[in-house]
């Protein structure tokens, strides 16, 4: 009789322990509002990118509704930011404290950026799959360069730059030789692969 007893109350604390776990579970798992399907559809329907044309308006002419979101370390946002910015670290975007803040954000449309475009490409990819609306920008480059071309002084050449055109320069990469000939070694422009002499060797001896 004390053992069915006793089998009892192992059984009712075992279900009240997994109740306990489903319900911590429901309050803090970071849940998604979109599936996958959804979030790749979305990341190229709308207009992103915020270049640094439309960033030197809103600094300096105050043109546009923008909130302006640093995504760096709390250390580089106090060294230095864009002008009316706020700072929430990469690692702590998904925070809830932080989400409700991007969606507190009203008629301000997020624009965020970081030490590097491909983390900011990153956190929106976040945002979106959390339900954030679609309508969220990222600026090209990063937090460096954006000083370089935009606020210190604006330099329209720059005023489209993104990292990956920064990376993959073709037209340097393909830039025909003035004569119409293919390029000597010395003529070829830094990274390319040097052309290489072909040279005949006869072979030396024999059985």
């Known amino acids: 009789m004390n053992f069915n007893k006793n089998l009892n109350n192992i059984s009712i604390l075992f279900f009240s322990f997994v109740a306990i776990i489903v319900v911590i579970n429901l309050f803090t798992t970071k849940n998604y509002g979109r599936s996958n399907d959804e979030v790749v559809r979305l990341l190229y329907t709308h207009e992103y990118m915020f270049d640094y044309y439309e960033l030197r308006n809103a600094i300096s002419q105050q043109a546009g509704n923008f909130l ?23 690692d702590q975007l998904l925070e809830s404290r932080n ?4 969606k507190r954000s009203g ?16 956190a929106r990819l976040l945002l979106l799959a959390k339900g954030m609306d679609a ?7 990063n937090y460096k360069t ?9 330099k329209p050449a720059f005023a489209a730059y993104k990292d990956e055109k920064a990376r993959f320069d073709y037209r340097r990469f393909m830039r025909p030789s003035p004569t119409g000939q293919p390029a000597k070694k010395r003529d070829q422009p830094a990274g390319i692969i040097p052309a290489v002499n072909q040279q005949t060797l006869s072979a030396q001896g024999g059985c």
């Open 68 to 90: 302006f979101i640093d995504l760096r370390t709390e250390a580089e946002y106090d060294a230095g930011h864009i002008p009316g910015a706020i700072n929430i670290p990469f």
């Open 99 to 102: 989400i409700k803040t991007v």
């Open 107 to 122: 008629d301000q449309i997020p624009v965020l950026y970081a030490g590097s475009e491909s983390k900011a490409q990153t």
């Open 135 to 141: 309508g969220i920008r990222v600026m090209g480059g």
């Open 146 to 154: 954006a000083v370089e071309f935009a606020i210190e002084d604006f």
